[in-house]
């Protein structure tokens, strides 16, 4: 049995996790407060932390007869400036010879071949289909079958004219800007929904309900944080990789690889429909080993094992953190409400996280040394749509657009030749 404390300490609140509720060792966790719910920190002040000349100062009439104080964006032209300033790009600074690109220039993170990952994601649609269609992603999970590859002069360019101070790519026809539509059209990612919030929970959070004795969070988010510890002790380490994660939920036969020695590659194929998913299929003895494991009730069998599912995906796909390849405990929150069939909003945080990975670039002293942590895939097919950076099929496959249109060859530098993309999108 798993015990959970919640130490709150300021500065150095912790989720602890241990076999004994009077023991000292175990697993810990550093917990933030969420942002949503009711154990959320609020904070009633208006202040506004922008700069001053973006916003003025209006006086709303409230209930009780006064006024308060409220921060009102206000629009560019209602403060005309009359001398025109240039904002400073990479190619800016590659043209005065401030810094220059590695040798092997390193951008976003993009999606690696994880084993046993795709076998998983394929059980998961056979047994989740209908709840990933309803919290909308069920294009964006397929979407991670394959793996996208990027053109390094292709980004290279791109990240040359990226302006950190305006979030836009400065081309000769004028500005542009991958916007929350793009990431909704192209990734299939809901903009609406639950905040994204990615945070360790409170013990009391985590296994505590309210005056109606509905839980705060998803029975399937506790599993999780057993699983976790759980391997944690198994192995003897503080993170658990996406190998090992994968390995302890899906224990069924391995089917895909990459080409290693002799041995050729062995992918998954585009699918026109999702007709071959059609319906949960029945699981051999082993497969129900982690729910033996963590003495998980069988009612709840389908809900924490597609949840640990999106978890990987999460962390792996939608909002990888560097090259650090392990699971986060702070996406079991998420990844516990998607399985339940609330709807949260992804395309939001994926687009700051791209956001804020291009500035890094632009901003590096060493730019592309070390790669940024923001999904690279979703600029790959931003680039291919805008500025037909590789020859599109005019033929669909299920997932989001970011699967249906890169089924693609990718053009080389002197555009004389193109090579194939028999392993799926491939940039």
Known sequence: MVYFKYHDFPGEETLSLMQDANS??????????????PFANI???TEFSGPKSWYKESRDVNAFGGKTPKPVLVASHHHPCDEACSFQTLSTR??????????????GVEPTYIPLYWEWL???????????????ILDAVYASMYIYKCNSPVMQAFCESWCPTTNTLHTS????????????????????GLFYDEVVPSAVELEGSDDEHSLYLPYSCKYLFMALHYLSEKHKVTTITFETWCDFWFRDASKYFL????????????MKDFSSFNGPRSWSHKMYEAFRILRIPEAHHRQTYLAAFLSCWL?????PVSDLGCIRPGSFKPASFLASGKETSLAIPVLASIYHGLSKISNSPTPSKHRESFPAQYVYVWTAKYFRSHHIVTYDFVGAPLMRSVKMT?????????SSLACGPVF
């Open 24 to 37: 000292v060792d175990g697993a810990h966790f550093r917990s933030f407060p969420p942002v949503i719910g």
């Open 315 to 319: 962390c792996a796909f939608v909002l």
């Open 410 to 418: 990718t053009i080389n530098q002197s555009n004389s030749q193109t």
């Open 94 to 107: 590659l043209s005065r010879k401030e810094t220059k690109w590695s040798s092997s220039p390193k951008f």
């Open 43 to 45: 904070n009633s002040s």
């Open 122 to 136: 394929e059980d998961v649609l056979h047994h989740s289909r209908r709840t990933l269609a309803s919290t909308h």
């Open 259 to 270: 080409a290693s020695g002799n041995k050729k590659s062995v992918l998954p194929t585009l």
């Open 173 to 192: 026809v004028g500005e542009m800007s991958i916007s929350l539509w793009d990431i909704y059209d192209l990734g299939g990612l809901p903009v609406t």
